[in-house]
């Protein structure tokens, strides 16, 4: 059984979540992993779900503030093993739950156009195309999503 904890980035399972991540990132976005890495700083995240089957933490996922009403998605990640169980379709779930409760309207995020299992769970989740926002704006690369919470 699945469980899903918050947290802050703090958190060490969180951390080593990131690091996997990180890892595997570096092998998808190639020379780009620089430019992406900047952006995905952690320290400071007050928002964070992690994952647990059993004692094992498995998946993780956090939540930014953007704007006055929008909470960025950041650090989604389910390990290798524990892929297409649903652990990101509820890492992401909660993120949502917890951005709604703290009165936010919105949930915006950005993913690499060649994650397709990403982009495959965000439109099934509702999440539709937008402009590239922010410091992805003119970035080929990069898909950006948005989500209105009810």
């Known amino acids: 059984m699945i469980c899903y904890s918050r947290t802050t980035s703090d958190n060490k399972d969180f951390q080593k ?17 620089l430019f992406y890495a ?40 389910v390990q290798t093993a524990h892929r297409g169980k649903g652990v990101a379709f509820g ?28 982009i495959n769970l965000y439109q099934k989740s509702g999440y539709n195309s937008m402009e590239n926002f922010g410091k992805y704006q003119g970035i080929g690369n990069s898909v950006c999503f948005e989500k209105l919470l009810e």
């Open 17 to 33: 979540l990131v690091e996997a991540l990180d890892a595997e990132l570096r092998i998808i976005d190639g020379e780009d992993h």
């Open 38 to 77: 900047q952006l995905n700083k952690t320290d400071g995240i007050r928002h964070v779900i992690v994952a647990y089957e059993d004692s094992t933490a498995v998946g993780c996922g956090a939540i930014r503030e953007y704007g006055e009403e929008i909470m960025e998605v950041k650090r989604m990640y």
């Open 91 to 118: 890492v992401l779930s909660e993120l949502e739950k917890w951005a709604a409760e703290l009165k936010y309207k919105k949930c915006i995020l950005e993913t690499g156009d060649k994650q397709i299992a990403a």
